[in-house]
């Protein structure tokens, strides 16, 4: 049984993550900011966590994170705002990983997208603010000493999931919510993804297979 805390335990994905991890048997900690959200992390088999990550510093963020196996980074501001993108999916997501190495958590997954790194949006495009910020997390953390994984799903759809992507696609695609907590929840128990960046399309290879 692992102790695996998610930072962004409401997301959508990350319900599904819980879901898997608590069915397996792991211990789950959910980080979520409004307590409302309490009731469904609950439902979900995690443990709720209210703290604001945006608000906390460093020390702050390691002593939440202290005492697990592995740490999942699944929270994003929701786009919309340049400022509070920069402020949680860079700034709150970089702190994350200090805290992680503070707290000796050496096992790191980022939840990001298909396209990340990419410094190629223009100035001014709705996209730019938050494919930047997702590149200086992913960035940083590939410059860390944790053992990471990044996870780079295409766009996101609300299928019940297949259980099969396909991790050789050169362009983005889509794939369900679904089979995204899937993945992450096999690449926490194979050390053979540590140090990959793993981007995937929905596809008719098992996740087992894929990830092998």
């Known amino acids: ?30 980080i ?13 088999g995690a443990n709720p966590v209210v703290a604001d990550i945006e608000q906390l510093d460093v020390d ?11 740490v999942v980074w699944s929270a994003g501001a929701g786009g919309g705002n340049p400022e509070r993108t920069d402020a949680v999916d860079r700034d709150a997501a970089i702190r994350s990983m200090t805290a992680a190495e503070r707290a000796g ?15 190629t949006v223009p100035e001014g ?10 590149a200086a997390a992913d960035e940083h953390l590939v410059s860390t000493a944790l053992d990471w994984t990044i996870l780079g799903p295409s766009g996101l759809t609300d299928g019940e999931g297949t259980g099969r992507i396909d991790v ?15 993945v992450a929840a096999a690449v926490l128990d194979r050390p053979n993804t540590v140090r990959r960046t793993i981007r995937f399309n929905g596809g008719g290879t ?4 894929a990830l092998g």
């Not at 979520?32 to 979900?44: E, F, G, K, L, S």
């Open 206 to 209: 098992p996740i087992a297979e």
């Open 60 to 70: 702050g963020l390691a002593e939440l994170l202290s005492g697990h196996d592995a």
């Open 168 to 182: 050789d696609a050169s362009e983005s695609g889509t794939v369900d919510r679904a089979d995204v907590a899937a």
């Open 125 to 134: 495009h709705s996209f730019r603010a938050y494919a930047e910020a997702k």
């Open 1 to 30: 049984m692992a102790h695996i805390v998610i930072i962004g335990g409401h997301g959508k994905v990350a319900l599904r993550l819980e879901q898997l991890l608590a069915e397996r048997g792991d211990e789950v900690d959910a």
């Open 32 to 44: 979520i900011r409004n307590p409302d959200h309490a009731a469904d992390v609950t439902a979900a």
């Open 105 to 119: 958590v050496r096992r790191y997954v980022m939840v990001s997208y298909f396209g990340s790194p990419d410094h």
